[in-house]
């Protein structure tokens, strides 16, 4: 039989840096789940991506122990990251602040495939390329 689940969590922690200090803490903390175990374990698992904002799930169960799921980091910081600028437009219709490659956009659609609410690869790079368009960025290609 199954533990129960009594709480489902979505929080975005920076890869290998994940602290007991908020968001972190209280939202594990109003669960009773040991938020110490939680960053150790996270901050193991997520070294490789070190600095990048990296979704997580997390399952709390009625026993107080918890599972986590670690999704991809979001489109918008993985184009901000190939593009080399700090933030998107502010008036993305009007103002362009940098371009990214269409081999960048595919090698981003790869890593989020198995995030992305797409058939395929093409589809996938399609809403990358949304997303680009709606950062301010150019896609060359």
Do not use: W
């Amino acid at each position: 039989m199954s533990k129960e689940i009594i709480a489902k969590i979505k929080l975005q922690v920076t890869a290998g840096q994940a602290t007991p200090a908020p968001p972190v803490g209280p939202a594990l903390g109003q669960h009773g789940v040991n938020i110490g175990q939680f960053v150790s374990q996270f901050n193991e698992q997520t070294k490789n991506l070190q600095g990048m904002v990296t979704p997580v799930e997390i399952s709390v169960y009625k026993d107080k122990s918890f599972t986590f799921i670690i999704k991809s980091p979001p489109a918008a910081v993985l184009l901000k990251k190939s593009a080399g600028v700090a933030k998107g437009a502010s008036e993305p219709n009007r103002t362009k602040v940098g371009k990214v490659t269409r081999e960048q956009v595919e090698e981003i659609a790869k890593t989020k495939l198995a995030d992305l609410n797409a058939k395929n690869l093409d589809m996938a790079v399609r809403i990358i390329e949304g997303t680009a368009r709606s950062m301010g960025l150019e896609v060359e290609g």
